[in-house]
């Protein structure tokens, strides 16, 4: 079946960095798109980041744009988000999402997340 393990979270200074991992099992990112989330504490859950296995397309949300960069390798069937000069309100458990469909928008199947707290 599909799973999706996410990795990389942790405490991290105002203006760190962190390359958070997510690995799937059970399908191919070569035909899957993988979108990345967060849900910070009291709030519902985000979009943020996605790219298409097939052909690395990619989008971001307007607000992490210029410090979020996600990539991907396909022979690892794992994606990554590097989160650059973290702050306090990047605090929020990320995870990831794919779905049947295979772009970017559609999610059936999610991780368990990783909590990235950022604070002095």
């Known amino acids: 079946q599909v799973q999706l393990v996410e990795s990389g979270g942790g405490l991290v200074q105002p203006g760190g960095s962190l390359r958070l991992s997510c690995v799937g099992s059970g399908f191919s990112l070569d035909d899957h798109a993988i979108g990345w989330f967060r849900q910070p504490p009291g709030k519902v859950r985000e979009p943020v980041s996605c790219i298409k296995g097939s052909d690395g397309y990619t989008w971001y949300e307007d607000s992490v744009k210029g410090r979020f960069t996600v990539s991907k390798d396909n022979a690892k069937n794992t994606v990554y988000l590097q989160i650059d000069d973290l702050k306090p309100e990047d605090t929020a458990i990320y995870s990831c999402?794919?779905?049947?469909?295979?772009?970017?928008?559609?999610?059936?199947?999610w991780g368990q997340g990783t909590q990235v707290t950022v604070s002095s």
């Open positions: 999402g794919t779905g049947d469909q295979g772009y970017c928008g559609w999610y059936d199947y």
